[in-house]
């Protein structure tokens, strides 16, 4: 036969111990978030605050809040950062324009939808300066263009 030999699968104790050396301090993160790099650009950072493109760090306020608050933090000129998956980032932000986010306030508040399947959620997150960062994660519908 082919001489073809099947990779090994990595077994329950053999995760066990990777989790142990990582504790010790000797592998690769274990959680997602820790993967994230700490540089510069915009995105979602290792000690939990989120950049926006101009640079600015965001500190998160409320972990969840509710349409009505987020629909005026956007009218009031907060930036809207959608996280399609509810991967925390690791597969990417969009990231609305000034534009589209005028069509989200216009198209009223936004739907947050949560069921067996789906969960999502609106954080709130503020800047040094005042500024306010809404982050859209997952089910969340509003407008056409956060669908």
Excluded: I, Y
Aim: positive net charge.
């Amino acid at each position: 036969m082919g001489g073809r030999r099947r990779q090994r699968r990595q077994t329950f104790a053999d995760l066990v111990k990777a989790v142990e050396r990582e504790a010790e301090g000797e592998g690769v993160p274990a959680r997602r978030d820790e993967a994230v790099p700490a540089g510069p650009g915009p995105g979602r950072r290792r000690d939990g605050t989120m950049v926006d493109p101009r640079g600015r760090v965001h500190e998160q306020v409320r972990e969840t809040v509710s349409a009505s608050r987020a629909l005026a933090a956007a009218a009031s000129g907060a930036l809207v950062v959608r996280d399609p998956c509810g991967c925390g980032g690791g597969c990417g932000f969009r990231r609305p324009d000034a534009e589209e986010v005028a069509a989200l306030v216009r198209s009223g508040p936004p739907r947050v939808r949560n069921d067996k399947r789906h969960v999502g959620n609106v954080s709130e997150w503020h800047a040094a300066d005042g500024s306010v960062l809404l982050l859209a994660e997952e089910a969340v519908h509003w407008g056409e263009s956060l669908a």
